[in-house]
């Protein structure tokens, strides 16, 4: 049965707030981040910095330098989290039915409510002009019979607008869709698709799952089903996690692989402390290190693994530095995690499964 999906995107979020708050910054570039003087990043921006080519996860200074009048403002997460309280309470006059992916976007299922003649055009153009009037930003939203093509269409006409995928306009939008647009495809998949000459989601459609599995692993198959408009996903009111990590940006770079392996002592606690937080249900089954260089490129290096250990994280680590020992500015350790409660991991082994929560539990 086809749903009624919206996907809403705050425009700008952090830098919407603050410009809302201060209205001689209206007009300006704003930048939500840290400091250029202590190797800060920009957490966001607004649409007058990015016409300067300012971005996310660009650091400080290098955004300063693309736009000298940058206006750079410290974040102030608890407003933005005041803020995106009153968001989500003007959604549950909608629907209960909310899935939040972060601070400023969530899906809203709308299949099911009596409200504007249950018509989700409706409802998503009520969202936005309720958070206009009485939140005082703006925000996007996408409707779509599913989760994929709904964030995809709220990203159609940003900033502050709305894009409506009706169920028998599916097949032509996918069609025409770009490959890029789908979550997933980084640069280096994209490139590979280029080679095969594979642009758009019509060009994908006519490998088999077999080929796809064959060129894109573990990913052919969702590929398989994106590439035609199908995302079968319901909107989750409770996310459980995939994974959870730590992770430091350092004033002054970590330069040699002795310093990497002492901030590894001080990451490892708050990584055992977070994975303490989580419910009974949650086993490790993957360790990961993250490094950021001091030119900004990120690697990362995995391995399967049931535990917490220091020495497999070390071991990952020296995997990088082997492989480019530069200097890093940011160091991650994290985990990824089994969920015995998702129904998408089947209990094959329900032993496993009996044994694992008794010694979770010990």
Sequence with gaps: MSRKIIHV??????????VRDEPRLRGRPVAVGGDPQRRGVIATC??????????????SAHALRLCPELVILRPDFDKYRRVSAQIQDIFR?????IEPLSLDEAFLDVSESPLHSNSATRIAEAIRQRVRDNVGITVSAGVAPNKFLAKVASDWRKPDGLFVIAPDQVSAFVAALP??????????????MALRGIRTCADLQPLSRLELAQQF???GERLYHLCRGEDDRPVQTSRRRKSVSVEETYHQDL??????????????????QRLDRLDSHYLVQGLTVKVRYNDFRIVSADQTEAALDKAVFEHLLRQLWERHSAPVRLL??????R???SPQQPDLFPEEKERALREKRQ
């Design 9 to 18: 995107d705050c425009d700008c979020f952090y830098a919407a707030v603050e």
């Design 46 to 59: 607004n649409y007058p910095a990015r016409d300067f080519g300012v971005r996310s996860a660009m650091s």
């Design 93 to 97: 006059t909608f629907t209960p039915i």
């Design 179 to 192: 490959v890029t647009r789908i979550f997933g495809v980084g640069r280096v998949t994209a490139e590979k």
């Design 217 to 219: 692993g573990s990913f």
């Design 255 to 272: 330069t040699h692989f002795s310093d990497w392996l002492r901030e590894l002592e001080a990451l490892m606690p708050r990584l055992e």
């Design 332 to 337: 991650g350790i994290g985990a990824r995690l």
């Design 339 to 341: 969920d015995l409660k």
